[in-house]
């Protein structure tokens, strides 16, 4: 594992990608409806207002939810601190880098795990060199949006080959 935890989600890293992005639909997990790219409602800057509260209120999968990291990372690296609040005309990519850090992160989560399979050597070194790339890399937004197309798939065609 790299110094940095790039799992480790930091919110007061972020800008509320989560709230912003994310949709979620009325029922036991959700008080209300909320559409994909839409602040919610209990959003106050890049804080939730019901933060100490979610759970009475309605809200325990805010609870559950981890990002694993994604928000914080796109805020500070991608964007260098930058947030779509006080430039709006980064909204859109933002989400989208967001989106695509997730799948990142991911892929991370799960080659960490793979350590704990019994791989062959050359399959394991593989697995290790997935790793060291995505947890070390410096991504930038084009490159999280062709990330779906090409190394993601490669990490998932070899997720197939050992069995996961």
Same mark, same amino acid.
């Given at each position: 594992?790299?110094?940095?935890?790039? #799992?480790?989600?930091?919110?007061?890293?972020?800008?509320?990608?989560?709230?912003?992005? #994310?949709?979620?639909? &009325?029922?036991?997990?959700?008080? =209300?409806? &909320? /559409?994909?790219?839409?602040?919610?409602? /209990?959003?106050?800057?890049?804080?939730?207002?019901?933060?100490?509260? %979610?759970? !009475?209120?309605?809200?325990?999968?805010?609870?559950?939810?981890?990002? %694993?990291?994604?928000? /914080?990372?796109?805020? !500070?690296?991608?964007?260098?601190?930058?947030?779509?609040?006080?430039?709006?005309?980064?909204?859109?990519?933002?989400?989208?880098?967001?989106?695509?850090?997730?799948?990142?992160?991911?892929?991370?989560? #799960?080659?960490?795990?793979?350590?704990? %399979?019994?791989?062959?050597?050359?399959?394991?070194?593989?697995?290790?060199?997935?790793?060291?790339?995505?947890? &070390?890399?410096?991504?930038?937004?084009?490159?999280? /949006?062709?990330?779906?197309?090409? #190394?993601?798939?490669?990490?998932?065609? =070899? =997720?197939?080959?050992?069995?996961?």
């Amino acid at each position: 594992m790299s110094q940095t935890d790039r #799992l480790k989600t930091d919110c007061s890293k972020c800008a509320a990608l989560c709230c912003v992005m #994310l949709a979620f639909d &009325k029922g036991e997990d959700f008080a =209300f409806d &909320k /559409n994909p790219c839409e602040p919610c409602r /209990n959003l106050s800057g890049h804080k939730c207002s019901i933060h100490d509260r %979610l759970t !009475q209120e309605g809200f325990p999968g805010c609870v559950a939810y981890d990002c %694993l990291g994604s928000g /914080n990372r796109v805020i !500070q690296e991608v964007f260098g601190g930058q947030s779509w609040q006080d430039e709006p005309r980064l909204t859109p990519v933002m989400m989208e880098a967001f989106s695509a850090m997730r799948e990142v992160h991911k892929r991370i989560d #799960l080659l960490r795990a793979a350590e704990f %399979l019994s791989l062959e050597p050359g399959a394991d070194q593989k697995r290790r060199d997935y790793l060291d790339y995505l947890e &070390k890399h410096a991504w930038s937004a084009p490159e999280l /949006n062709e990330f779906e197309f090409g #190394l993601a798939l490669e990490i998932d065609l =070899f =997720f197939h080959e050992i069995g996961m």
